[in-house]
């Protein structure tokens, strides 16, 4: 039988500043595709998961089984401020209730300690704010081991909530994400090599509210694509899975070897990032999408110098972005670590092949006009026909189906030794020899082990697995390296 106080796992949800200042029809749409974007997020967890939309805040209230899971959702969600978890209890309908309920939640935590209370109330009462504030401060000290009461600075704040009867405890509060709710701000496309830059540029565009698509183009092997397809499924699951977006491959194997007849060596790297512009403005034209984002810091690299970004940019007529341009690498790797994409970063494959002997720092747009002049454009043309779209929600069925290397489902204990890449504490229990190696140590490691042996790697989805085994294959010719899937 439910109590009148039934126990139920809260959130209240505090909006970005910028959504509160808007006029009243912004603010409106806005607060409305939040709401929208949380019941798309949270249906993926749990059907008994209920969205309340307010003016100036959200609720959420949770099964305690889905609790964390949800909780994480809510730091990873953007438009959202603060995030306040919540004790609810209805039925508090008079002091003697309401000091009493709060009592046997704090008492303990009290010990040694200053404290004050905090309430705010909403509807009708015959009591007020204060009156709820001294009833319930003076039987906390009555009945605990605090020290005192202190209205300045107190060790701990019991703070707390009363709409009507019910009565909600504030136990922890987070700083969420900020930023506008994705799906407010329009669609972008990312031109993501899966490094750290262009990774944090998405990031960064997500949590803005801006709908981000990526676009990868692929000088030469699976692995590549196989990473950047998995670091783009990781962002868009952490951040933006409220909405569909496309990721899409173009094959730009036959451009480098078009850049290389037709295009000096000191221009080449300027090159590639002008044709990887001039093809990603006719997707985006395809997609009716407006805007390029790039991971480019000014001065990081000599394509990237503000001459240089000039010659890149004049073959585009898209608004194109560049959140980095003013940051340095330690900035940049300091979010990729807080983001979670700092080791997909550092474990990406390498393919640079447009490497430029003396590179331009300082070009000129009369030569450019020049060089540009003797590429072949047919050979781009035909890459962008032959671009690939999928969602990236379909990533891990894709990359299963673009895998080239072997998967192993069944183990025979004298043939195989199995590598667990996932970075876990514990290593996978098999029947062969196992090792537990993190996927970001393992082209390192890996060198090191007995070249006589099979070796099986291992990780939660498979997605990892495949990426370094074709890594270790294509970059380092070991072809005893494959892929572990137990059977379901």
Not at 198 to 218: C, D, E, P, Q, W
Not at 243 to 272: A, C, N, W
Not at 459 to 485: F, P, W
Request: charged share 25%; with cysteine.
């Amino acid at each position: 039988m439910q109590t009148t106080s039934q126990k139920k796992q809260k959130f209240i949800l505090k909006l970005f500043p910028e959504i509160m200042i808007k006029g009243s029809s912004a603010k409106r749409q806005m607060v409305g595709q939040l709401y929208t974007n949380l019941l798309t997020i949270f249906e993926r967890i749990s059907s008994n998961i209920e969205v309340k939309k307010f003016s100036d805040k959200m609720e959420v209230l949770c099964p305690t089984q889905v609790l964390p899971e949800v909780r994480q959702r809510l730091l990873d969600t953007s438009g959202i401020e603060q995030i306040l978890e919540v004790l609810q209890f209805d039925g508090m309908d008079s002091l003697e209730k309401i000091k009493v309920k709060v009592g046997e939640l704090v008492i303990d935590s009290l010990e040694d300690k200053t404290f004050v209370v905090r309430v705010k109330r909403t509807g009708k009462h015959e009591y007020s704010s204060i009156d709820i504030e001294r009833t319930v401060g003076g039987y906390l000290l009555a009945h605990s081991k605090a020290l005192k009461v202190s209205l300045k600075n107190p060790e701990v704040i019991v703070q707390m909530e009363l709409i009507e009867s019910q009565l909600n405890i504030i136990t922890t509060k987070y700083k969420g994400l900020s930023g506008f709710p994705i799906g407010t701000q329009g669609d972008i496309l990312s031109l993501m090599s899966g490094g750290f830059d262009s990774t944090v540029a998405s990031y960064l565009t997500m949590k803005r509210g801006i709908k981000t698509h990526f676009i990868f183009f692929n000088l030469g092997g699976n692995a590549h694509e196989i990473g950047v397809k998995q670091v783009a499924l990781y962002l868009w699951n952490k951040f933006g899975s409220s909405h569909k977006v496309k990721f899409i491959t173009v094959p730009f194997e036959d451009v480098l070897t078009e850049i290389f007849r037709s295009t000096p060596p000191t221009y080449m790297g300027v090159t590639l990032k002008r044709l990887m512009l001039m093809a990603s403005e006719k997707i985006a034209d395809e997609m009716e999408i407006d805007a390029l984002l790039t991971g480019e810091s000014v001065a990081q690299v000599s394509s990237q110098t503000l001459r240089n970004l000039a010659l890149i940019d004049e073959v585009s007529s898209k608004l194109i972005l560049r959140p980095l341009s003013t940051m340095n690498k330690p900035e940049i790797i300091s979010i990729a670590n807080d983001i979670g994409t700092r080791a997909f970063a550092e474990s990406m494959p390498e393919y640079c092949g447009v490497i430029s002997q003396n590179p331009i720092t300082h070009g000129s747009f009369k030569r450019m006009e020049k060089v540009a002049l003797k590429f072949d454009y047919d050979v781009l043309n035909k890459a962008v026909e032959d671009a690939q779209h999928i969602y990236v929600h379909d990533v891990v069925q894709n990359i299963k189906d673009l895998a080239a290397v072997e998967v192993v489902q069944n183990l025979k204990s004298e043939d195989f030794i199995v590598i667990d890449i996932r970075g876990e504490d514990e290593a996978i229990e098999t029947e062969c020899e196992t090792l537990n190696i993190p996927f970001h140590k393992l082209k390192k490691e890996f060198q090191s082990l007995p070249k006589d042996k099979e070796y099986l790697l291992y990780c939660e989805k498979g997605i990892m697995s495949q990426l370094h085994a074709q890594y270790l294959r294509d970059e380092h010719k070991c072809e005893n390296v494959r892929v572990y899937r137990p059977a379901q």
